[in-house]
């Protein structure tokens, strides 16, 4: 069986392959590579995606080919121009796979393959849920907000982040549309599937769980080996991921804790300068941290390896997790693995892992004052922190005990390429 994998963005083992700057995330797909080749040793694999360049680049690693087109970055909202998705073809053409597996719907290049390639049955893996997010504009934090805050020239960026927005909605139109014409979909979750199964009940869609990388389930967090008061984030750079919520939440907390310190992972801008191509977003971040002269709270850590990331929450209090919409947050979920008492919003699939006051503690994502209270909390109420995160490791843990990803898929494969 050949298959290709289609990623929207150089992440994980390609970007280290094919020499490209590292990814702000995505390490998890190593992980689930390594589980499929270990479970069909006679499956093939070829990993395609595109970014901006001078060439396209092919490299093969055993039953593993990488490839990253120089077609630039996939467009969200609109069609990929013909010159382009004639590169994808044709690349797809040249590796001949028995099926495609696009990781996500953000993007419409599965929506333009679709229309292109109808002798090859492609799967889509629900990532973002576009349906659900577009119907939070903006991440749900008004423009005008933003720009309050922003110089002319970041004002004017600020209008494409709201453009931006209007491409989110299109997508979602597009998602529907490639979704409809699938061999089938699949998540982890029924919040991501049952918005798809109840418009479009005739589209198969199975079941799966990304894996937990290996690493946090190898290392236990203790709360003497955390530094007091601090909290550790999930990387965003878009308001979708909430984390003004959590600055806002920082600076109602400063005056208790004045020592507070908010972690927040990946990279801040894709391309140099990073004065000019980093995201309105990132810079409204840093306009409010010096509004509430947080300048000593809150540290970008920049992109992260697997073990950096265990690493640092190893030694944060706290995670939280304030995104608006979110679909499966697998450092929400390593999180707790590690045993890491955990505050997260209540927002898409998070109810699915989080039981309040058991595994973690949920709030609504715009109170951001509930946010701060439930940190307080488990600042204050250590031994109530501790048992909650062990409880949430023995959920996930039991959870993914004897878990094969790469069987799950090979199943998930097999009954497509049987319809």
């Known amino acids: 069986m050949k298959v290709?994998?289609?990623?929207?963005?150089?992440?994980?083992?390609?970007?280290?392959?094919?020499?490209?700057?590292?990814?702000?995330?995505?390490?998890?797909?190593?992980?689930?590579?390594?589980?499929?080749?270990?479970?069909?040793?006679?499956?093939?694999?070829?990993?395609?995606?595109?970014?901006?360049?001078?060439?396209?680049?092919?490299?093969?690693?055993?039953?593993?080919e990488y490839v990253c087109l120089?077609?630039?970055?996939?467009?969200?909202?609109?069609?990929?121009?013909?010159?382009?998705?004639?590169?994808?073809?044709?690349?797809?053409?040249?590796?001949?796979?028995?099926?495609?597996h696009i990781w996500g719907t953000e993007y419409s290049i599965g929506y333009d393959l679709a229309k292109e390639i109808k002798d090859i049955p492609i799967v889509y893996r629900i990532q973002g849920a576009i349906n659900s997010i577009s119907k939070y504009p903006n991440g749900?934090?008004?423009?005008?907000?933003?720009?309050?805050?922003?110089?002319?020239?970041?004002?004017?960026?600020?209008?494409?982040?709201?453009?931006?927005?209007?491409?989110?909605?299109?997508?979602?139109?597009?998602?529907?549309?490639?979704?409809?014409?699938?061999?089938?979909?699949?998540?982890?979750?029924?919040?991501?599937?049952?918005?798809?199964?109840?418009?479009?009940p005739q589209i198969p869609v199975y079941f799966d769980q990304l894996p937990i990388r290996k690493v946090f389930f190898e290392n236990t967090w203790e709360l003497d080996k955390a530094t007091p008061h601090s909290l550790f984030c999930l990387a965003g750079r878009t308001a979708y991921k909430g984390l003004h919520q959590a600055i806002e939440a920082?600076?109602?907390?400063?005056?208790?804790?004045?020592?507070?310190?908010?972690?927040?992972?990946?990279?801040?801008?894709?391309?140099?300068?990073?004065?000019?191509?980093e995201p309105t977003y990132i810079t409204y971040l840093k306009k409010l941290i010096k509004k509430y002269g947080l300048e000593k709270n809150v540290e970008f850590l920049g992109a992260?390896?697997?073990?950096?990331?265990?690493?640092?929450?190893?030694k944060s209090q706290v995670?939280?997790?304030?995104?608006?919409?979110?679909?499966?947050?697998?450092?929400?979920?390593?999180?707790?693995?590690?045993?890491?008492p955990a505050v997260a919003a209540f927002a898409g699939d998070i109810y699915e892992v989080v039981v309040h006051k058991e595994t973690?503690?949920?709030?609504?994502?715009e109170e951001y004052e509930h946010l701060a209270y439930f940190i307080k909390t488990l600042f204050n109420d250590t031994k109530f922190a501790v048992e909650m995160g062990q409880r949430a490791s023995k959920f996930l843990k039991e959870k993914y005990a004897d878990h094969n990803y790469g069987r799950i898929l090979c199943d998930i494969y097999e009954k497509v390429l049987k319809q």
């Open 250 to 277: 920082v600076a109602l907390l400063k005056e208790e804790f004045p020592d507070i310190l908010l972690r927040i992972p990946g990279s801040i801008a894709s391309r140099n300068p990073k004065w000019l191509f």
């Open 70 to 100: 120089n077609a630039g970055r996939c467009p969200r909202g609109k069609s990929t121009s013909k010159s382009k998705l004639k590169t994808w073809v044709s690349e797809i053409r040249r590796i001949n796979p028995d099926l495609i």
């Open 304 to 314: 992260l390896s697997s073990e950096q990331m265990a690493e640092y929450m190893l």
């Open 319 to 340: 995670f939280i997790m304030p995104s608006v919409i979110e679909n499966e947050s697998t450092t929400l979920r390593e999180a707790m693995t590690m045993g890491m």
């Open 360 to 365: 973690g503690l949920l709030y609504r994502y």
């Open 140 to 200: 749900n934090l008004p423009v005008r907000k933003m720009k309050q805050e922003l110089s002319l020239l970041e004002r004017f960026k600020a209008n494409k982040y709201e453009k931006d927005s209007r491409f989110m909605e299109k997508q979602a139109e597009m998602e529907l549309s490639m979704v409809k014409e699938s061999a089938a979909i699949f998540a982890d979750n029924e919040w991501a599937l049952m918005q798809y199964h109840m418009k479009m």
């Open 4 to 64: 290709i994998w289609i990623l929207n963005s150089p992440i994980g083992r390609i970007s280290e392959v094919l020499k490209l700057s590292r990814a702000q995330s995505g390490t998890w797909i190593d992980e689930a590579m390594r589980s499929l080749l270990q479970t069909d040793e006679t499956a093939e694999l070829a990993i395609l995606t595109t970014t901006t360049m001078k060439e396209t680049r092919r490299q093969t690693e055993g039953r593993v």
